[in-house]
């Protein structure tokens, strides 16, 4: 992964959150972190306030330098600062050699509400706290702004300065995963955007489908870039909050008069910037609006990167059954960057992490491997094993889409693996229940039902459901019993005469497309399962349509 320095310097005022960023930038770079002013306490075994009481700032000032001039051949780490370690021209140059200083900017006033009652911060103990913190910003704005960025943090989680620090600092590492379908994959691909327009020859005007959280989180830097590359083709953003309930027709008859109200033409665009949801209902316009126009995704949940964005499925939910309404239209470009993931919840980011499961243990046996060796790593959303996975998962998933795009062979049908009683999981909850858990509870029952019928050992069975458990993902069957099943499973596409194709692993890297009887195969094995109270799954249903 390439970057714009070899190292990261996080500079701004007491409060601003320099080692809370630091931390989470360094855990996600894989890099060290370094706190100048731990540093200078852990070299004197005294607390900085000691230190200031009893030698006063000077002394202070130049233990901070001599700490400063220790870390110039530092690389590979990210340091923040002491409040005022900038100020001196001497630190600010050393530490901007071979780095990025970042300027972490808030208001006096929001300073002072963080800083209020704290007691370990020498220069705020005399005097009022606001008065104190204005008069060191107006004696330390200059040096601060001297950094090479700032980024403003107020009214903005951890999460989102992070992820804007990391969108100006980690330069374009794309991967062209498939350039046929036009994948692209890795940290900073969306800057592939603009000339991907233009090679497809997309005219004004476009129509930017924004995820609402993703614009809460990413609207600092995103709509200044957005401005920038896209002024000449007159973009529409629209900024739409999605949920399973709002998939519909009425969503997509919504979104063609948008486009219709825009006029725009076959050769304009409608780009897809969130999760799966949104990339759904965009494609599906985009395919259906005057019999196609140009499709460009952003896929921005682990979810919709690895598997709702890849593969060129659309759709709308239909009388209480997912995607029933759709089509097979592969977008213009995919691109699948990671720094999006940096703001996924935790809940969002294990959901999506099923489906990079299903994909490693339909693939190899080594896929599965590397997420068992790097499990850590990818959980703390490291960009380097994260982008990794994502990449495996999806290069898998292509190989098997265009053998058969349209399903038409039955090889694509093996991506359904624990879809079949996931989606009847989803449904049964109303969807209170994440897609990524429900198939994740899916696989594990697939693998039981294969070890019930010979086709794998348990040994594989316990394998998978010990992975899933490491992602802290659901493995036990819910309070959902065979009856509701049946209902929830009628409208499925693969059933025939009281039978279901299920995918059935064999081994990893090996799985077949097996029928099963409901009555004789599914039935007793459902009814065996019990229901253990760290599912956390209610009984109670509700419809898809229900508000």
């Known amino acids: ?14 409060g601003s959150g320099k080692t809370t960023i630091g931390r989470w930038l360094a855990r996600t770079l894989g890099w060290v972190f370094i706190d ?22 000077a002394f202070f000032r130049e233990l901070e330098k001599e700490v400063v001039r220790r870390l110039e051949g530092k690389t590979g780490c990210v340091i923040a600062t002491g409040g005022g370690t900038v100020a001196d021209p001497y630190n600010r140059r050393l530490l901007a050699r071979n780095g990025r200083l970042v300027y972490l900017k808030a208001s006096a006033e929001s300073l002072a509400k963080r800083l209020k009652d704290t007691s370990d911060r020498p ?16 004696e330390r704005e200059a040096a601060y702004s001297a950094a090479h960025w700032t980024v403003t943090v107020d009214g903005k989680p951890p999460a989102g300065t992070v992820q804007e620090i990391l969108w100006r600092f980690v330069e374009n590492g794309v991967q062209v995963l498939d350039s046929s379908l036009g994948v692209f994959a890795g940290p900073g691909s969306l800057r592939n955007l603009p000339q991907l327009l233009r090679e497809r020859r997309v005219t004004a005007p476009v129509l930017f489908l924004v995820d609402e959280r993703v614009w809460k989180f990413s609207q600092a830097w995103l709509s200044e870039w957005l401005e920038k590359e896209f002024s000449g083709c007159s973009p529409e953003i629209v900024v739409w909050r999605p949920s399973e309930r709002k998939k519909t027709l009425a969503t997509a008859h919504w979104l063609w008069g948008k486009l219709h109200e825009l006029r725009l033409e076959r050769s304009g665009a409608v780009v897809a910037v969130g999760g799966g949801v949104v990339t759904d209902v965009a494609g599906f316009t985009a395919s259906t609006y005057k019999r196609g126009v140009r499709l460009f995704l952003v896929p921005t949940t682990l979810l919709a990167q690895v598997d709702a964005a890849v593969g060129g499925k659309t759709g709308v939910n239909f009388g209480g059954a997912k995607n029933m309404i759709g089509t097979f239209y592969p977008a213009d470009a995919v691109l699948l960057d990671p720094l999006f993931l940096l703001t996924l919840p935790g809940r969002e980011f ?30 703390q959303r490291r960009l380097t094993e994260l982008t990794r996975a994502i990449q495996q998962a999806v290069t ?8 058969d795009l349209q399903e038409r062979s039955g090889k694509r049908m093996l991506l359904n693996f624990g879809h079949t009683l996931g989606h009847a999981i989803e449904a049964h909850f109303g969807y209170r229940i994440k897609h990524g858990e429900a198939v994740s509870i899916g696989m594990v029952a697939a693998a039981n039902l294969a070890v019930q019928k010979g ?24 309070d959902l019993p065979f009856t509701a099943v049946v209902e929830r499973l009628q409208h499925d596409k693969k059933r025939r005469q009281g039978k279901i194709r299920f995918v059935l692993p064999e081994d990893f890297g090996a799985a077949r497309i097996a029928e099963v009887d409901l009555e004789v195969d599914l039935r007793p ?8 109270e760290s599912t956390g799954l209610s009984s109670q249903r509700s419809s898809l349509t229900s508000r």
């Open 1 to 14: 992964m390439k970057t714009a320095a070899d190292r990261l310097i996080l500079t701004g005022m007491m």
């Open 36 to 57: 100048i002013d731990r540093e200078i306490e852990r070299q004197t075994g005294k607390s900085i306030s000691q230190l200031f009481a009893e030698k006063g700032e």
């Open 525 to 532: 094995f459902l009814e065996q399962k019990k229901t253990p």
């Open 396 to 403: 898998f998933k292509l190989q098997v889409v265009k053998e």
């Open 350 to 379: 294990r959901a999506g992490m099923a489906e990079v499961i299903k994909a490693a243990v339909l693939d190899s046996s080594a896929a599965v491997a590397f997420l068992q060796r790097e499990s850590r790593a990818i959980r």
């Open 455 to 478: 086709l794998c050992s348990p040994a594989l069975a316990a394998s998978l459901e010990a992975l899933l458990r490491r992602f802290r993902l659901p493995v036990q069957w819910p």
């Open 123 to 138: 220069l705020l103990q005399a005097g009022d706290v606001l008065e104190t913190i204005r008069r060191l910003l107006d």
